[in-house]
């Protein structure tokens, strides 16, 4: 049984406790292309919206794993939050927008889950009440090894970048090389993706896995979307490397934990190098010039 089949349910509910807090990042933070405003960060502790604004003050959000609790920070003060087993969506939403009363801030946020399968407003949810805090650190822990390989990957290359940080949508740990090509999505209707992929892009990105038995895997998606030409996998990627046509993405999965940063390193650096060679980027080689800095430590 995969981890995400073992423990779904408190998966699911932490992604909407995510879900709630990002749409909050989404309503206060200034719009940036690829949706790179909505990102929530990963934290030692958990994840964060950052500094948001509303009016003249400023505020953040932060839900700590670490001691499972969500807290709601301004300059005068702090409200606190406990994350518990039994404790409703709809309990969490009431007493983060309580909280954020008692601090002065009047927030409002709409209210239906996006990209899930559940649709059930957060006022109203009381089906998803499942929290463990062993479940919540073995998350955060997974998303914070995936967060840090993405920046070792991201960081050196010398292109325009959407910095490695938590989709609450998808509940996937991701980062984005976007490629200064304007290719807008075909469907205008389609509120996320047509704000998502407008412009040449290639995504490197992590989830925990899901209900087919796949274990947390590793993702790298070109756009323009592969059509009809599965992209090679050769000798430069690591082991167990694959293209997945019906997902259009090169995929990763890690079957032995958390082990081998340097080989997600070496799978986003081939499955970049033939994502961009098909989307026939010119000159993009020059990415991996060395920076020409004395190394530090990180």
Known sequence: MSFYQEYEKEITTLQLISQIVGKLKLEYAYQEPQWAHVILDITPR??????????????????DLVNSR??????????RITLADGKTVRTYYKEIMAAARQLGLELSIHTKPQEMATTIPFEEDTSHHHYDAEVSWEILKWFQFASDAEKA?????????????????TFDVSCIAVYNQFEPFPDDTKVIERAAFDEHMIEFGFWLGDDTDRFPTFFVLPYPFVENSPLEVDDTF???????????EYLYEMKDG?????????????????SYEYLEWEDAQHCFNVLKMKKNQA
């Open 258 to 274: 958390r082990s081998g940063k340097e080989n997600v390193i070496r799978f986003f650096r081939s499955s970049f190098i033939k």
């Open 153 to 169: 990957f991201l960081a050196p290359l010398r292109i325009r970048k959407v910095h490695p940080g938590l989709f609450w949508g």
């Open 70 to 79: 969500i807290i709601i920070r301004t300059m005068y003060g702090d409200e």
């Open 46 to 63: 958990g994840f964060t919206t950052g500094i948001l604004g509303q009016g003249d003050g400023t505020f953040d959000i932060e839900v």
């Open 238 to 248: 690591p082991e167990g490397s694959r293209f997945d046509p019906a997902m259009a």
